[in-house]
T-cell receptor, first 110, second 119 residues
Framework: KQEVTQIPAALSVPEGENLVLNCSFT??????LQWFRQDPGKGLTSLLL?????REQTSGRLNASLDKSSGRSTLYIAASQPGDSATYLC?????????FGAGTTVTVRA | GAVVSQHPSWVICKSGTSVKIECRSL??????MFWYRQFPKQSLMLMAT?????????EQGVEKDKFLINHASLTLSTLTVTSAHPEDSSFYIC???????????????FGPGTRLTVL
């Protein structure tokens, strides 16, 4: 059974600092890994999707890396802003379903 | 594009009653929809996978007689929580997979979620 872990569970940084969020998974036989953003009481917004054959994906200030062999992914958010405050979830897709981590709740202080 | 809606966005009901939650793909057809449950500060847990025109596949530990899923069309799936109890209070999120494979990699598109509170 796939287990997805996100560390830390919560993170508070001053505005402008770079964010580093970690995700690890136990079974490396995945199709892809996806990072989501979730605002309080809301659904999920997809941020980046990395295929198992890829090493990283970039979108604006966001960069996600994937090391499938070691079961790790890292989401980097450059020059954080208060609007980046949210919970970030990673999810890995195996044969048919997504397995989610519990998320990292980020607070960016103005 | 790739918009998924849920209705209602929140619902409060009395213990013992049944509640129906709808999940719709607005601009695409979804042969497969997924239902997740999320408790506070916990990850999303897959409850079941529903395929249009066939019975849903439930994850281990999910009571199929309590959580009835119907996927009668390519744009609509419903989750009915029967005889709801306070422990069923949770955030329910659906997702849908575009039958044409939009997203390129069988990506799931998520709805905004439904907050269920059972008194």
């Amino acid at each position: 059974k796939q287990e997805v872990t996100q560390i830390p569970a919560a993170l508070s940084v001053p505005e402008g600092e770079n964010l580093v969020l970690n995700c690890s998974f136990t079974d490396s036989a995945i199709y892809n890994l996806q990072w989501f953003r979730q605002d309080p009481g809301k659904g999920l917004t997809s941020l980046l999707l990395i295929q198992s054959s890829q090493r990283e994906q970039t979108s604006g200030r966001l960069n996600a890396s994937l090391d499938k062999s070691s079961g790790r992914s890292t989401l980097y958010i450059a020059a954080s802003q208060p609007g980046d405050s949210a919970t970030y979830l990673c999810a890995v897709r195996d044969d048919y379903k997504l397995s989610f981590g519990a998320g990292t709740t980020v607070t960016v202080r103005a | 594009g790739a918009v998924v809606s849920q209705h209602p966005s929140w619902v409060i009901c009395k213990s013992g009653t049944s509640v129906k939650i709808e999940c719709r793909s607005l601009d695409f057809q979804a042969t497969t929809m997924f239902w997740y449950r999320q408790f506070p500060k916990q990850s999303l847990m897959l409850m079941a996978t529903s395929n249009e025109g066939s019975k849903a596949t439930y994850e281990q530990g999910v009571e199929k007689d309590k959580f009835l899923i119907n996927h009668a069309s390519l744009t609509l799936s419903t989750l009915t929580v029967t005889s709801a109890h306070p422990e069923d209070s949770s955030f329910y999120i659906c997702s849908a997979r575009d039958r044409t494979g939009r997203g390129g990699y069988n990506e799931q598109f998520f709805g905004p979620g439904t907050r269920l509170t059972v008194l």
